[in-house]
């Protein structure tokens, strides 16, 4: 009695474990999607849409036109096949002028899956005009949806491109920036920066930047502002310290610290 007591777990265990093996060998228990292939954009929270602000200043070269790459990813199986879709121009209620297409923006002609893959980008190229120097112009674009793809989040088929060649707000300087040591953006500040760093950041600056080198970066800039707050002569002149509206007196001065201006 002793030995059968001692032996059934093993024959349990073995049981157990064929019955497990043969379940899961067979193919009819694999999940698989079947959802059909849909596409959005590829947005750095779910909850939002693609956002991007560009100025023409933060080019030093003179350059007339700019291309902007806007990410997007497919949901559902990659083939073995080229797909293509299409975009069109939303409508927007900003309030902002709506940009022109071949005046202000152009498009590739085809827009494409590659084979096997499940992301790609879209380059929109941002012609520079006149105009941009005294207006923001906005480029909303979305998903035309068809044979070849679904929709895919539904606060993810808008892409927005708001540009111009005037100073703005990088897209990436987020409110996660904003807490960090970084501040909330000012022109002011802005103005300082490039100064500091000798060159105009970029609108994914703050993404693409390594974290160390940020700290650098932010530490440098600390001592910058000041020795420049600090020095005789910018007080005795008036430009210090540097304010967050270079053009308003009475605005706060910049600090680097979180949330401030």
């Known amino acids: 009695?002793?030995?059968?007591?001692?032996?059934?777990?093993?024959?349990?265990?073995?049981?157990?474990?064929?019955?497990?093996?043969?379940?899961?060998?067979?193919?009819?228990h694999i999940p698989t999607y079947s959802g059909g292939a849909r596409i959005q954009w590829l947005t750095r929270f779910v909850s939002d849409s693609l956002r991007v602000?560009?100025?023409?200043?933060?080019?030093?070269?003179?350059?007339?036109?700019?291309v902007v790459e806007l990410p997007f990813k497919v949901i559902g199986p990659a083939t073995g096949q080229e797909r293509t879709f299409t975009l069109r121009q939303a409508d927007d209620d900003s309030g902002l002028p709506a940009a022109v297409e071949g005046t202000d923006y152009t498009l590739p002609e085809r827009l494409t899956v590659a084979p096997g893959a499940l992301q790609g980008t879209v380059p929109v190229?941002?012609?520079?005009?006149?105009?941009?120097?005294?207006?923001?112009?906005?480029?909303?674009?979305?998903?035309?949806?068809?044979?070849?793809?679904?929709?895919?989040?539904?606060?993810?088929?808008?892409?927005?491109?708001?540009?111009?060649?005037?100073l703005s707000r990088p897209s990436s300087w987020d409110y996660i920036v904003e807490w960090q040591d970084w501040g909330v953006w000012s022109r002011g500040k802005h103005l300082f920066i490039n100064q500091v760093l000798g060159k105009p950041i970029a609108d994914d600056f703050f993404l693409v930047t390594d974290a160390t080198l940020l700290r650098i970066y932010l530490d440098t800039l600390k001592k910058a502002l000041d020795r420049f707050n600090n020095d005789p002569d910018n007080i005795a002149s008036g430009k210090a310290p540097v304010l967050s509206d270079p053009n308003d007196p009475k605005s706060a001065p910049i600090s680097f610290s979180s949330q401030s201006v």
């Open 125 to 166: 190229t941002l012609l520079r005009t006149a105009a941009l120097d005294t207006v923001t112009k906005r480029l909303a674009l979305e998903f035309v949806t068809g044979s070849e793809f679904g929709p895919g989040a539904r606060l993810q088929q808008r892409a927005v491109i708001d540009f111009s060649n005037q």
């Open 53 to 66: 602000d560009f100025s023409f200043t933060s080019l030093t070269g003179g350059e007339t036109s700019h």
């Open 1 to 28: 009695m002793r030995n059968i007591l001692l032996q059934l777990p093993a024959a349990v265990i073995a049981l157990c474990l064929g019955v497990f093996l043969a379940t899961s060998c067979r193919e009819d």
